[in-house]
C-alpha cells in the first residue's frame, strides 16, 4: 500500500487548504483512513479519521473547522481545513490502517500570522 498526499502550502492565519491523499495497492476494506499532523518539536498527534463506513473522529481542537471525507471507489481521503490557525503549522500524514498502519511521505502546511 502507498499513500500520497498533495495540497500542502503557505497559508495566511483564517486561510484554507484541501489535502488529498490517495491510496494505491490492495486495499482491503473495512479500512480506517486518517490525518495526522507533526507540529515542529512536538509529537505526532491525530487530527481526524474516518472508518470505511463513514464513522468520523475528530481532535477537539479542529472540530468545526475542519473536515474529513473520503471516495472508497477512488481510494482517496480529503482533509478540507477552514479557519487555519498558526499552530496548526506542521507536517500533516495521510495513514490507512488495516493490521498494520501505512504512511505518506507527509505535506507541510504552514500558516502564518
Known amino acids: 500500500v502507498q499513500l500520497v498526499e498533495s495540497g500542502g502550502g503557505l497559508v495566511q492565519a483564517g486561510g484554507s487548504l484541501s489535502l488529498p491523499c490517495a491510496a494505491s495497492g490492495t486495499i482491503v476494506r473495512p479500512n480506517t483512513m486518517a490525518w495526522y499532523r507533526e507540529p515542529p518539536v512536538k509529537q505526532r498527534e491525530l487530527v481526524a479519521a474516518i472508518t470505511s463506513v463513514g464513522i468520523i473522529n475528530y481532535a477537539d481542537s479542529v472540530k468545526g473547522r475542519f473536515t474529513i471525507s473520503r471516495d472508497n471507489a477512488k481510494n482517496t481521503v480529503y482533509l478540507q481545513m477552514n479557519g487555519l490557525k498558526p499552530e496548526g503549522t506542521a507536517v500533516y500524514y495521510c495513514?490507512?490502517?488495516?493490521?498494520?498502519?501505512?504512511w505518506g511521505q507527509g505535506t507541510q502546511v504552514t500558516v502564518s500570522t
Open positions: 495513514a490507512l490502517s488495516y493490521r498494520k498502519d501505512y
